[in-house]
């Protein structure tokens, strides 16, 4: 039977109550300003400009093949094209072991908007490798994936967060180590994490976070930064989040405070 989560860090009563009413305040005023007249945003289209799947079995072996690639012309009316391309084959031999990979490449990333329309200014490429090894009982996956020059801004928040970089890597198929770092109009963030046995029920995660003056909120009514230095352990059984939260900024600007944030 597992035990309760362990949640241990250092949050004063000052900063635990401005990040409360923060996120209370910026909900409703985010909510009070959507105008539902407001006429919809067009999604971007894109058109597929390969799609091929294959398979073929043989002497009890199969081979899977696949292959896409999409287009989007002109994105946000910006003169640029946007390609992206994904492929992939797997070898399944008479005694079940596997053999492939799958690349993936994607020039910018603008398409996620039409996913999500809460956010804005979408740049970036993803690309990345995976091998894949083993049996169908226990496939072993490693390889790469990397997010570079990547920004994206929160309308409703009035933030913008830049310099996004992020890599994905599992050398073995044991470990799978993730590195990366953001920035703000103010200050910059930095993560870092490890999970062991990812495939297993022994697996077991460790992270860290830590950053200075990261601004999380920036609308006329409402500002706030914040400082985390943050360590996370996870396994089947417990998780523990040691360290320290500090808001450095946190400035209100209301004439009276709204009864929901009292």
Avoid: C
Avoid at 194 to 212: I, M, N, Y
Wanted: charged share 20%.
């Amino acid at each position: 039977e597992g035990n309760d989560p362990v949640l241990e860090f250092t949050l004063n009563r000052n900063d635990a109550r401005r990040l409360v009413t923060a996120q209370e305040i910026a909900a409703k005023i985010s909510s009070e300003r959507s105008n539902p007249q407001e006429a919809p945003v067009t999604p971007q289209e894109y058109s597929m400009e390969v799609l091929t799947l294959a398979a073929n079995s043989a002497k009890g072996q199969w081979q899977l093949t696949a292959d896409a690639a999409f287009l989007s012309k002109n994105v946000d009316e910006s003169g640029i094209d946007v390609r992206g391309n994904l492929s992939g084959e797997l070898n399944v031999d008479s005694n079940q072991a596997l053999t492939g990979k799958i690349i993936a490449a994607l020039e910018d990333l603008r398409w996620l908007a039409a996913f999500v329309p809460e956010f804005s200014n979408i740049e970036g490429a993803l690309n990345g490798q995976a091998n894949i090894s083993g049996s169908i009982s226990a496939p072993a996956v490693t390889g790469i994936l990397t997010l570079e020059n990547a920004a994206v801004s929160f309308d409703r928040l009035g933030i913008s967060v830049n310099d996004i970089s992020a890599e994905i890597k599992s050398l073995d198929s044991v470990s799978i180590q993730i590195v990366g770092s953001a920035g703000s109009d103010s200050g910059t963030i930095q993560y870092q994490g490890q999970l062991l046995d990812a495939l297993t029920e022994a697996r077991v995660l460790s992270a860290q976070v830590t950053g200075s003056n990261f601004q999380l909120i920036n609308i006329p009514d409402l500002q706030l930064e914040v400082s985390p230095a943050l360590t996370l352990s996870a396994n089947s059984e417990q998780v523990e989040l040691n360290g320290s939260l500090h808001v450095p900024l946190f400035n209100l600007s209301l004439e009276e405070l709204p009864e929901y944030a009292t």
